[in-house]
């Protein structure tokens, strides 16, 4: 019977918190299993930033020379495994095939094999506040929140794997002017506002027009034609989408140093549920998966609750029923998306099963949206 990994996912970001990597991690029976679903999804494989690959708990064995590795890869070799002979084995072949390793759980005075280019080294910062003996750039694991990436950078890390950033943020109680701006678009595009006074909306800012025909104009979006102007953009694309296209403005907007991370995790939520969700709704349903995906991390990018943002929005009720109360026709497609985001499949799994999707639609739409996320902080 055939064998699925299942994919989780979590970025790597530097000591200013912009975007290093990439992490993927394989849930799966057997490195033979992990192998077949690497050889699934090539033609879905984020390109942009080079990827960290972990086996989760297996073992790295020889087995896994049997995939055709892509050139952003690095086999993730856990410090533990270093004595296997297999994995001893699979180091020696990684070198002779110039494949990239990361070193992860290293801990001080863990005895290394000579010779190994280790570029990248994962330690659990939760166990290790400094990154002593450190044999590459060395990124801190496990940190709970923001201030504990201070912390670690000041200690003398390069940087974090995880989702620290999620949480530590204290929010605003008012938009700002530039965010409210792009709110008053949304407004007037869903409620089918004149094309003119829209126009003169985005006329007030030159920087917002540009940035805005420069999403519609990503190769992501797949157009077959250049939009030149927001005229031309309600014509080809008509309000819903454009509506798309503002709510994906509104979500870039931030300011924050630590934006490229949550913007990733925004676009990358909105886009997977918009795939998964093609088997149970329209085109306008998964538009508005989309959205519900992109605002799950707006209060988070804006500096704001979510409950002010959405007094000032005019939203479909179930987007404001998932991202507020976390009920309704979209709110499982939400958890799905976040379920992506962890260590532990467990999760993943219950809400795959809930809403009956295969592991293959969630590995080939989490990679998908992945690199469309990347594609436009390009």
């Known amino acids: 019977m055939r064998q699925v990994a299942l994919f989780t996912r979590e970025p790597v970001v530097n000591k200013k918190r912009a975007i290093t990597a990439n992490r993927l991690i394989a849930h799966g029976p057997s490195v033979a299993s992990v ?38 890869v690095h086999i993730e070799i856990p410090a533990q495994t270093l004595g296997h002979p297999q994995t001893q084995a699979l180091l020696l072949q990684l070198q002779e ?14 005895a290394l094999p000579p010779e190994v280019n280790w570029r990248f080294v994962l330690i659990d910062g939760r166990k290790n506040p400094t990154p002593d003996g450190s044999p590459g750039l060395s990124l801190a694991w496990g940190l709970p929140d923001v201030a504990a990436f201070r912390q670690a950078v000041a200690a003398g890390y390069d940087g974090a794997s995880g989702w620290f950033f999620l949480h530590g943020t204290t929010p605003a109680k008012e938009l700002s002017p530039n965010h409210a701006q792009i709110i008053r678009l949304l407004n007037m595009v869903r409620s089918n506002g004149e094309i003119r006074d829209i126009e003169n909306v985005l006329k007030q800012d030159v920087a917002l027009s540009y940035k805005l025909l420069r999403y519609i104009n990503s190769a992501g979006f797949g157009l077959m034609v250049e939009i030149q102007s927001f005229r ?9 989408k454009l509506h798309k296209w503002l709510s994906l ?20 939520r909105g886009r997977f549920m918009e795939q998964i969700g093609a088997g ?11 959205i519900t995906g992109a605002f799950s991390m707006l209060g988070i990018l804006l500096g704001t609750s979510m409950e002010v943002l959405f007094e000032e ?35 993943l799994i219950k809400a ?27």
Do not use: K
């Open 97 to 110: 095939a110039g494949i990239g390793m990361c070193l992860t759980w290293f801990t001080a005075g863990a």
């Open 232 to 240: 031309h953009a309600v014509s080809i694309l008509g309000y819903d």
């Open 249 to 268: 403005l509104l979500v870039t907007a931030s300011r924050d140093p630590g934006a490229p991370a949550m913007v990733q995790t925004a676009i990358a």
């Open 35 to 72: 192998v077949e679903t690497l050889g699934a999804v090539g033609d879905y494989w984020p390109e942009q930033y080079p990827v960290f690959l972990s086996l989760g708990r297996l073992v790295p064995t020889p087995e896994l020379m049997a995939w055709q590795a892509p050139p952003n």
């Open 352 to 378: 795959a099963n809930e809403l009956q999707v295969m592991p293959e639609q969630i590995n080939l739409a989490q990679l998908a949206a992945l690199g469309f996320a990347d594609s436009l902080q390009a």
């Open 280 to 290: 149970f709704f329209d085109e306008s349903g998964c538009g508005n998966l989309f």
């Open 313 to 347: 929005m005019s939203l479909p009720e179930p987007i404001t029923d998932a991202l507020l109360h976390g009920e309704g026709d979209y709110a499982p497609f939400l958890h799905l998306a976040r379920a992506c985001e962890s260590f532990d499949p467990g999760a």
